[in-house]
């Protein structure tokens, strides 16, 4: 049962593989009608489970009485030339198996931010090159505890994480018509850095 006004019996601790399923509802709830969301349950397995074997990426959940009910994942800048090579056989196959993937208003954006991502990596960018920024990759709470301090216990494990991997910045993208996200972000210090198209990019400053 979880509490419905309070975070204190909440508590953060890394992300393990047995964690992936609920993980991974809590992130078809949260992220309905995004590009990673259409490509199914494999691809989204697949993905999370990077942030949680990779040693240099980061992975948390929010738990109450054995629930998960939240999670952040996070990696240096730069990390998606790794993913993507990751991902590669499950997103060619879930692109194929999901075929309705192709009407998603963000897909030939996204395909061509993936190839401009590879063309980078024959100029051998790689994850230790661009390790001084640390990129907060997402971060939902379960919609039923929302707004309650979830996020911010999240927000600060993250930020402890990144000041104790040896980064003193971290950085976010967020779609401009999320103002939930947005206020949320902003209560929690990132500041405004750019803006591309309709998404807004936010940095932070970590200080503990
Ligand atoms: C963003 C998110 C993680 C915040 O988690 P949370 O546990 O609700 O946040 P907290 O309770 O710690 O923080 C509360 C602050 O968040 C913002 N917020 C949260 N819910 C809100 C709501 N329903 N309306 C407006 N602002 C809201 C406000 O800034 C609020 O501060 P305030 O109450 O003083 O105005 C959560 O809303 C979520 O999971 N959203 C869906 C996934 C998502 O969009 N993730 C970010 C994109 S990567």
Known sequence: MLASNTNSSVFIRPMTHQDLEI?????RKSFDGYMNVFLGKQFLKK????????????AYV?????????????????????LNKYLLKVGIWSIISHPKIFLH???????RSRLKIFLKKN?????????????????????????????????????CFVFKNGYSMAR????EENYIARSFYEKNGWK?????????????KIIL
């Open 192 to 204: 405004f850095l750019s803006k591309n198209k309709n998404i807004i990019n936010y940095y932070l």
């Open 23 to 27: 993980v991974i509802n809590l992130h």
């Open 172 to 175: 976010l993208s967020v779609y």
């Open 123 to 159: 100029k051998n960018i790689s994850l230790k090159d661009s390790e001084s920024f640390f990129s907060l990759v997402g971060i939902a709470c379960d919609p039923n505890i929302r707004n309650i301090g979830v996020g911010k216990k999240l927000m600060d494990e993250f930020k």
């Open 62 to 82: 929010a738990e109450e009485s054995n629930i998960v009910v939240g999670y952040f994942i996070g990696a240096p800048v730069g990390y998606p030339i790794e």
């Open 105 to 111: 208003p963000n897909f030939i954006q996204t395909i």
């Open 47 to 58: 993905y999370m489970s990077w942030f949680v074997s990779n040693s240099s990426a980061s």
